[in-house]
């Protein structure tokens, strides 16, 4: 079934740099998107969230960004910091509150 | 915030013996709790949707009978792996969803839980 996916597998940045996360979906009848971020060892934590009514918004030093003409949003980190090293995934409602996950993107952030 | 914790966090066994973890909400009321599956570097996969007092329900491809979800409270939800093998090696993270929220936001993942089938 269609579910949501991402562009890059991994992110290396320069602490202090902006981050972009990119993350493509598939079903344009999706009206709600979160971004999670997952570090090493541990269950992924809830950053934030958009709904398809938003083209964008934003948070403590995190940004989403929606397009839905190309079914593409995107996570910009403000200030990469070392913390901020994780896998983020977008992802998707499938129904009944599930989730469909996509692949990921690994954020390596160098000293 | 709301705490989902899991228990153990991390198990090693046997080829063959079943293996129970527990997720519980720890100060807030789950009447839906989700179970995943994540292998090394990939995404998470939901294997089944636990509902508080009636049968969980599985995604296609995971086997019912290997395993068997039970959601016996409102804060407490067990997947027992039965008859484990080798491919049954991976990272097991639960979710809850608050009783009383409303939207994605409400929904808490516990830490996972790392099982080795030997």
């Known amino acids: 079934g269609e579910n949501v996916g991402l562009h890059l597998p991994t992110l290396s940045v320069q602490e202090g740099d902006n981050s972009i996360i990119n993350c493509a979906y598939s079903?344009?009848?999706?009206?709600?998107f979160i971004w999670y971020k997952q570090e090493s060892g541990k269950g992924p934590q809830f950053i934030i969230d958009?709904?398809?009514?938003?083209d964008k918004r934003q948070g403590q030093r995190v940004t989403v960004l929606l397009n839905k003409t190309v079914k593409h949003l995107s996570l910009q980190i403000a200030a990469t910091q070392p913390g901020d090293s994780a896998v983020y995934f977008c992802?998707?409602?499938?129904?009944?509150?599930?989730?469909?996950f996509g692949a990921g993107t690994t954020v390596t952030v160098r000293a | 915030g709301a705490v989902v914790s899991q228990h153990p966090s991390w198990v090693i066994c046997k080829s063959g013996t079943s293996v129970k973890i527990e997720c519980r909400s720890l100060?807030?009321?789950?009447?839906?709790m989700f179970w995943y599956r994540q292998f090394p570097k990939q995404s998470l996969m939901l294997m089944a949707t636990?509902?508080?007092?009636?049968?969980?329900?599985?995604e296609q491809g995971v086997e019912k009978d290997k395993f068997l979800i039970n959601h016996a409270s409102l804060t407490l939800s067990t997947l027992t792996v039965t008859s484990a093998h080798p491919e049954d090696s991976s990272f097991y993270i639960c979710?809850?969803?608050?009783?009383?929220?409303?939207?994605?936001?409400?929904?808490?993942f516990g830490p996972g839980t790392r099982l080795l089938v030997l």
């Open positions: 979710s809850a969803r608050d009783l009383k929220g409303q939207g994605q936001e409400t929904q808490y």
């Open positions: 079903n344009s009848a999706s009206d709600y």
């Open positions: 958009i709904r398809s009514n938003m």
């Open positions: 992802a998707e409602p499938i129904g009944d509150y599930k989730l469909s």
């Open positions: 100060d807030f009321q789950a009447t839906t």
């Open positions: 636990s509902n508080e007092g009636s049968k969980a329900t599985y």
